[in-house]
Structures are given as structure tokens and as C-alpha cells.
């Protein structure tokens, strides 16, 4: 199973302006036809991307404290896909600075998570709520510093 992590953003920004955002040199942005963009990063930065654009989203994901649901009615989500031989804590330090300029750059409610199944953080109404720190944030402390809360 490939390892997985997504940024969920609320609401129907443009897939161009949020790759814009996450990725502002133009030689490495994601491409494509409106509403999916993807691009081949695995060699520069660990991963693949894709941004997509949806509707009537769903997401149930364990939290610390149980099940968390969340239904945007639009969304665009941006899925990194590690590359399975690069190294971990570099491709997650890689992504999780791109998730930082989306965040900088917009004030959209926002989930990130990993593999679809655990929460790692939510942003809502500008507040950042971090889970898993005593495993998955502890592992990738560059992490604690990129995404502060």
C-alpha cells in the first residue's frame, strides 16, 4: 500500500490558484486540465501530487479522541504519494512545507491526514488542532515547527 497524505481545503477555490500556493516555482507545479492537476516531484521532493477539485465531500477519520466526520460541500484536495524509496522524514519534511504555504496563503478550513484513515490536523476558523502528537508529530518534530498550532 502506498503511503499517502492529504490536505483537504473547504470551499471552491481554483485547483491553479491552490497549486500555486503550495508549489510557486512554475517548473515544479502541478499540470493538467482543470479540476485535477498532477505532477512527478518523487525525484525533488519524495513524492508525487495531485489537486483536485470535488463536491459533497466525506471524510471519517480516527482522532485522539475517536471518530471525527467532516462533509464539505466543496473542497480541493492535494494528495502527496511518497515515493517508497525516498527517505521518509525527508519527503514529509518536503510536503508539510508545501502545506504550510497553503495554509499561509489562504484561510480555508482545512483537514490533513494520513492514508485516509487518521487525522493529523484540522484548521477551522483559522485555529490549528494537531493529533497523534505523542507518535506521529513526535516522529517528524520538523514537523511541530513547519505546521505550528
Known amino acids: ?16 490558484q491552490v497549486a500555486e ?4 516555482a512554475s ?5 493538467g486540465v482543470a479540476p485535477r492537476l498532477v505532477a512527478d516531484l518523487k525525484g525533488r521532493y519524495g513524492f508525487d501530487v495531485t489537486i483536485a477539485a470535488g463536491r459533497d465531500g466525506y471524510l471519517d477519520l480516527e482522532t485522539d479522541e475517536g471518530s471525527f466526520e467532516w462533509e464539505p ?5 492535494i494528495v502527496f504519494r ?8 525527508w519527503a514529509v519534511g518536503n510536503l508539510l512545507t ?7 496563503t489562504g484561510s480555508e478550513d482545512a483537514i490533513f491526514d494520513f492514508n485516509g484513515d487518521i487525522l493529523l490536523f484540522a484548521r477551522h476558523g483559522g485555529v490549528v488542532t494537531k493529533h497523534r ?3 506521529w ?4 518534530s520538523d514537523g511541530g515547527q513547519l505546521i505550528p498550532d
Open 1 to 16: 500500500m502506498a503511503t499517502q497524505y492529504k490536505l483537504t481545503l473547504a470551499g471552491d477555490t481554483p485547483v491553479n
Open 21 to 24: 500556493r503550495a508549489f510557486p
Open 27 to 31: 517548473d515544479e507545479r502541478p499540470t
Open 73 to 77: 460541500e466543496s473542497y480541493v484536495r
Open 82 to 89: 511518497l515515493d517508497r524509496l525516498a527517505d521518509p522524514l
Open 98 to 104: 508545501a502545506v504550510r504555504r497553503v495554509l499561509d
Open 133 to 135: 502528537r505523542g507518535t
Open 137 to 140: 508529530w513526535e516522529r517528524y
